[in-house]
């Protein structure tokens, strides 16, 4: 193989992985690339919007739930100890 031969070749796989460079990073997968790089977060539109909603909400009823709970183990707690210590008479 002569050198007149290589060179066309790698003029065409340069061409070649250029072009193919090119249309991919020029679709979906550059977008999603560039938004990683500036730092965004994917915006998948109303679904995504609704189900983090969702979740939030979700967690702010957990959170109304175990404050209800601690409540309610606090009045146990209180109950339980009235009944170990009944209250003392005083004397007459």
Do not use: N, W
Not at 67 to 85: S, T
Request: hydrophobic letters at 40%; a negative charge.
């Amino acid at each position: 193989m002569s050198p007149h031969d290589i060179a066309p070749m790698i003029m065409a796989l340069a061409l070649f992985f250029t072009v193919g460079g090119i249309v991919t990073l020029r679709g979906p997968v550059g977008r999603a690339l560039a938004r990683r790089i500036e730092g965004k977060v994917a915006d998948d539109g109303p679904e995504l919007a609704s189900r983090i909603a969702e979740l939030e909400d979700r967690v702010h009823q957990g959170e109304l739930d175990r404050a209800q709970l601690e409540e309610r183990l606090d009045f146990a707690e209180r109950m339980l100890l009235q009944q170990r210590d009944p209250p003392k008479e005083l004397p007459r």
